[in-house]
């Protein structure tokens, strides 16, 4: 009897000229790791774009929505997500190696872990060597404790000389990592950061600054603001950070001392989403892209960084009012949970 379906064979893939066959229902990640190629990623789920690349040539299958991930200006320029990509033909693919041959998996040991709201934990880590990164960028953390478990978190302060790393966790529903975090005393625990990832740090520019945090998306910001004050950069500088209640502003003290160092305008505005009715609160309410209208430098750059919702709500706006694409950086807060349902 002759079958009127034809069984879908494999496609083959050149990953920076390097010719590799992937198997059907095989994602592009699982087909360069099985060869032996030593492929940018971490999370492995669409959560963190460390596996980024351009698709040349071919048509691949997403298995997840990477408009989250990657920005428009990623998207334009044809980059893909090889974790989340199945090819459907033969491909061509380019990926950035010079990223992936700088990251070092570093050891240390947590010497301080300091609660600052009900779900965000400060974790500080003594490296035992250097790990150098951009202020903005983030790393994959692990401790001893439990084994076999990482995470992605942006440095929470700039490089330091002392080969300190601060990480911001919050605690996310399910979370097996930031439970483990919450729930424990890591003091005195070993760990190790593998950095550096991302590209989402400070460019040159004399343009007013806005950058925009939601939860523990404060983080980069922190680290960009503490890099760039030592850097001499003196830009106007405005943050809108989304918070749900006053009990959920940390860092005030970090942010006050930035102001009076800062050598240009420096505005804080935190907006309270659900804030009890009746409270002491005489600040802005609302969602955060709601403050936008009436804080928006003109002629700002932007700097976006917190859960994808946030994110994609406050570029919108961005591009209603005028600021081009090419001028709003975005790091979008996704957890396993976010990509995939669980954790």
């Known amino acids: 009897m002759f079958s009127f379906f034809k069984k879908s064979g494999p496609n083959q893939a050149s990953i920076n000229g390097v010719p590799i066959m992937v198997n ?12 032996g190629i030593d492929f940018p990623n971490s999370c492995r789920v669409g959560g963190c774009a460390a596996c980024k690349c351009k698709l040349v040539d071919g048509k691949v299958k997403e298995l ?3 408009a989250y991930i990657l920005s428009d200006e ?5 980059m893909i997500l090889a974790c989340q990509s199945v090819p459907q033909t033969n491909v061509t693919i380019e990926v950035d190696m010079a990223a992936q041959q700088a990251r070092r998996t570093v050891s240390g040991r947590v010497v301080a872990c300091t609660a600052l709201t009900h779900d965000i934990v400060s974790l500080r880590i003594q490296l035992d060597d250097s790990l150098p990164y951009k202020a903005g960028q983030y790393a994959q953390l692990s401790v001893d404790s439990l084994p076999g478990v990482d995470r992605s978190y942006s440095f929470a302060t700039a490089s330091q000389p002392n080969s300190q790393v601060s990480f911001l966790v919050r605690k996310v529903p399910n979370g097996v990592f930031s439970s483990h975090v919450h729930k424990h ?6 760990a190790s950061v ?3 990832m991302g590209d989402f740090w400070l460019r040159p520019s004399d343009a007013p600054l806005l950058m925009v945090a939601g939860g523990s998306g404060l983080a980069p910001v922190l680290a960009i603001l503490e890099d760039a004050l030592a850097q001499g950069v003196k830009r106007p500088v405005t943050i809108l950070f989304g918070a749900r209640q006053q009990a959920d502003l940390y860092a005030q003290d970090t942010l006050e001392a930035l102001r009076t160092q800062w050598p240009a305008a ?5 907006v309270l989403s659900a804030e009890p009715d009746g409270s002491s609160w005489a600040g802005a309410l609302g969602n955060v892209d709601s403050a936008l209208a009436e ?3 003109y002629g700002a750059h932007a700097y976006l960084c917190g859960p994808p919702v946030m994110v994609d709500a406050v570029s919108a706006v961005l591009r209603d009012r005028g600021i081009a694409k090419e001028q709003i950086r975005a790091d979008r807060f996704t ?3 976010d990509s995939t349902g669980a954790q």
């Open 74 to 78: 990623d998207l334009d320029a044809g």
């Open 185 to 190: 005393d890591l003091v005195g625990q070993r």
């Open 194 to 196: 593998k950095g550096p």
């Open 266 to 270: 420096f505005r804080f505005v935190p």
């Open 64 to 66: 997840t929505q990477t």
């Open 335 to 337: 957890t396993l949970h």
């Open 295 to 297: 804080h928006l430098p």
């Open 24 to 35: 059907p229902k095989e994602t592009l990640l699982q087909a360069a790791l099985r060869e």
